[in-house]
């Protein structure tokens, strides 16, 4: 019971639940998040946007890798808001970050905003997945990039190995070869995928052109 009503809040935190959930997931994710973050090249001044912020681990991680630049969190849970505006305070108070509540569907930024675009553990969950990519193509400016990161790389040698957790949340592991056909049918050049052995993570880099 535990358990369910612990996992059944990743999809979008709320409650009690939720509280333990964000973090968990700030404590669970943060190795993960470092590993496919040195994957990326930082520049001076970049402006970065994470799409499902959580509890806001990965807004205070790429706040300490932009220098002058500026991070931008969103989620559509209140409480992940409340928790990251919380775990960002005094960047959210300098201006260097920035916290909103939103959909992935509908992002409330100007097209070309972002050198980066970044994602942890987040994708499974997204509506319209497609249209939701390019969504985010929409806010990258031209040689931009967008950071997928994954925990739940399907396994070919034990296909059951996620059938719990996908169907108490109705979503599904990922592969490599869906991920990337996905980011070409958005339109989306130079996709890179990494995993690293021994564990079932998954990252993906992709540019805009
Ligand atoms: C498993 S948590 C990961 C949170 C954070 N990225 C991390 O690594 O700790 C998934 C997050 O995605 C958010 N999320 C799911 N669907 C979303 C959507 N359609 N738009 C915005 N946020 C969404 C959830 O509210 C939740 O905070």
Redesign the pocket.
């Known amino acids: 019971m535990k358990y369910h009503k612990l996992t059944e809040n990743?999809?979008?935190?709320e409650g009690f639940w939720g509280r333990l959930m964000?973090r968990s997931?700030?404590k669970?994710?943060s190795d993960m998040?470092d590993w496919a973050l040195d994957y990326i090249k930082f520049e001076n001044g970049y402006r970065v946007l994470?799409?499902?912020?959580?509890?806001g681990?990965?807004v205070a991680k790429l706040c300490g890798k932009v220098g002058s630049g500026k991070v931008y969190g969103?989620?559509?849970?209140d409480l992940?808001v409340q928790k990251s505006l919380k775990a960002n305070k005094k960047n959210v108070l300098c201006g260097k970050a920035d916290i909103r509540k939103?959909?992935?569907?509908e992002l409330p930024f100007e097209n070309e905003s972002f050198d980066l675009v970044t994602?942890?553990?987040?994708y499974y969950?997204?509506?319209d997945k497609l249209n939701?990519l390019i969504e985010i193509k929409r806010t990258l400016r031209r040689g931009g990039r967008l950071l997928l990161?994954f925990e739940m790389l399907k396994d070919d040698n034990d296909p059951d190995r996620w059938k719990k957790v996908e169907e108490r949340l109705n979503i599904k592991a990922v592969s490599r070869e869906e991920i990337t056909e996905m980011l070409q049918r958005a339109g989306y050049q130079n996709i890179r995928t990494h995993t690293k052995s021994g564990t079932s993570r998954l990252c993906a880099v992709a540019e805009k052109e």
């Open positions: 990743a999809v979008k935190p964000i997931m700030n669970g994710h998040t994470d799409v499902g912020c959580g509890g681990k990965t969103i989620d559509y849970s992940c939103a959909s992935v569907s994602a942890v553990e987040t969950f997204w509506p939701d990161v």
